[in-house]
């Protein structure tokens, strides 16, 4: 579970002065559910998603992922936590099971413990034709599901992903939504950035759009067809967000 209350965070930055990423922001994530964030370039999810992770500290509000305090217990979040960020490094001089063993054992993991969830995962997001392969060669998808292993590699009850399938060609990104699919099944639960309005109404059971830090609406699909009378999740946004001229502001910032 996950439970974010009036998080706030603001940067300064030297040339742009104050940046407030993400304004009093609250919501709730359950097991067994995902829940989309949605929002443009530049509207605060990566920074919300690394708050949740403990990776940046709130300028002011708080959360709890999977019980626990982010500010307060930091590290025990982390074990409940995978954290799957757009730009996860890999070493490429290990091949993709050393690379994902090594995070195993990071995490406390036992060499059987490791090796069991390996194949599990392996099989999932079928990794195995390059799994004994140098991650230095690997395709843009190889990378990503390589990643996503290394990330839920200790099965975590909470798995935040930002935008998980970015770049990636149309069979990938159809495996890892159904991959994410399949971890809601399992009674995760699942928060999942994206600015792909086909994608959100394919896996999201929650949608929360964020504008300019700002969570401006939420609520299951149907409740959010049915505020806006609208079917199609791309106009929702639109609407939600305040219109084309919003978009366009905001993206000017
Ligand atoms: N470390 C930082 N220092 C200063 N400003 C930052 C920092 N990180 C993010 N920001 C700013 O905070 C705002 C929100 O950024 P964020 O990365 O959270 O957006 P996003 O929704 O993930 O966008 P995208 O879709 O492009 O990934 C932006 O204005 C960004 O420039
Ligand atoms: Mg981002």
Do not use: W
Not at 44 to 73: E, F, I, N, Q, Y
Not at 90 to 113: H, K, S, V
Not at 166 to 188: H, P, S
Request: glycine content about 8%; some cysteine; charged content about 25%.
């Amino acid at each position: 579970m996950i439970e974010a209350h009036h998080l706030t965070k603001t940067f300064k930055d030297k040339k742009r002065g104050l940046i407030a990423a993400v304004r009093d922001v609250s919501f709730t994530c359950r097991p067994g559910q995902i829940y989309g964030l949605l929002g443009a370039n530049g509207a605060g999810k990566t920074t919300t998603l690394r708050l949740l992770a403990t990776l940046l500290k709130p300028t002011g509000g708080s959360a709890t992922v999977a019980g626990h305090d982010v500010v307060a217990a930091p590290e025990l979040v982390r074990t409940h936590v995978g954290f799957l960020a757009a730009s996860t490094a890999l070493y490429g001089r290990l091949t993709a099971r050393e690379m994902i063993t090594y995070f195993g054992q990071l995490n406390g993991m036992d060499a059987a413990a490791i090796k069991a969830r390996l194949k599990v995962l392996s099989a999932e997001l079928d990794m195995g034709e390059f799994l004994d392969r140098r991650c230095e060669k690997f395709s843009t998808g190889m990378k990503q599901k390589t990643s996503i292993a290394r990330t839920l590699i200790h099965d975590p009850a909470v798995m935040i992903f930002d935008e998980p399938t970015l770049g990636l060609d149309v069979m990938t990104a159809r495996a890892i939504v159904a991959f994410v699919r399949e971890c809601r099944n399992r009674g995760k639960t699942v928060i999942y950035s994206t600015h792909i309005m086909s994608e959100v109404e394919k896996l999201c059971d929650v949608a929360g759009i964020i504008h300019d830090g700002r969570l401006v609406a939420e609520g299951t699909l149907s409740e959010l067809r049915a505020r806006y009378a609208e079917a199609d999740m791309e106009e929702i946004f639109v609407k939600a967000v305040g219109g084309e001229a919003a978009i366009a502001a905001a993206l000017k910032n």
